[in-house]
């Protein structure tokens, strides 16, 4: 069956703009979650969310990053303002159980 | 929250030998342990999991075993193939259910043909 899928795959961006990165998660799945992923790094947890119950956003580094999620389906994480710094690959996740299952990936370089 | 930390960093081995990384967790609460391979430009894809009833768990060539006394769970490759070649993430949870996973930093491993 499908996978998490994730959009777009690769976004250069100039220094000030704003972004929107896309998450589709796997049917059925109530829980999604956004990490963060510098060159070279671990997974720095962004956001979660499960069902209709509030999201964690403690992981989210400043205001200037958000995310949405319209019931169980697809997210939108947003950085307003991208500064040199958010150039990461940023990777969601959907789960049923605790069992996470993470799409490719968006390559985001902030120029 | 819970704490994992995950050795070595990089690891070398030649092909055919065995690979063995390293996870300690900090809450005993923790019952959910998977293992994450990463290779380059893709996202982390889960390659074996274990919960906190057993002791140890084996899928051809790969197998996980977690101390559930000294908190800790390892990774074991045998007979490595340079398609194993990857970072490879362990994780631990204290919940049931879908929930957030607690990652270590990775470790990469080379596979020396």
């Known amino acids: 069956g499908a996978g998490v899928s994730q959009s777009p795959s690769n976004k250069v961006t100039e220094k000030g703009k704003d972004v929107e990165l896309r998450c589709d998660p796997i049917s059925g799945h109530t829980a999604l979650y956004w990490y963060r992923q510098r060159l070279g790094q671990g997974l720095e947890f962004l956001i979660y969310?499960?069902?209709?119950?509030?999201?964690?956003k403690s992981g989210l580094p400043s205001d200037r990053f958000s995310a949405e999620r319209t019931g169980e389906s697809v997210s939108t994480l947003t950085i307003q303002r991208t500064q040199q710094e958010d150039s990461a690959v940023y990777l969601c996740a959907s789960s049923l159980g605790p069992t996470q299952f993470f799409g490719p990936g968006t390559r985001l370089t902030v120029l | 929250g819970e704490n994992v930390e995950q050795h070595p960093s990089t690891l070398s081995v030649q092909e055919g030998d065995s690979a063995v990384i390293k996870c300690t967790y900090s809450?005993?609460?923790?019952?959910?342990f998977p293992w994450y391979k990463q290779e380059l430009g893709k996202g982390p894809q889960l390659i074996i999991d274990?919960?906190?009833?057993?002791g140890e768990k084996k899928d051809q060539r790969i197998a996980v075993t977690l101390n559930k006394t000294a908190k800790h769970f390892s990774l074991h490759i045998t007979e490595t193939q340079p398609e194993d070649s990857a970072v490879y993430f362990c994780?631990?949870?204290?919940?049931?259910?879908?929930?957030?996973?607690?990652f270590g930093t990775g470790t990469r491993l080379t596979v020396i043909p």
């Open positions: 274990i919960r906190s009833n057993v």
């Open positions: 969310f499960q069902g209709n119950s509030a999201p964690d």
């Open positions: 994780a631990a949870t204290p919940q049931t259910g879908a929930n957030n996973l607690f």
């Open positions: 809450d005993s609460a923790s019952n959910y």
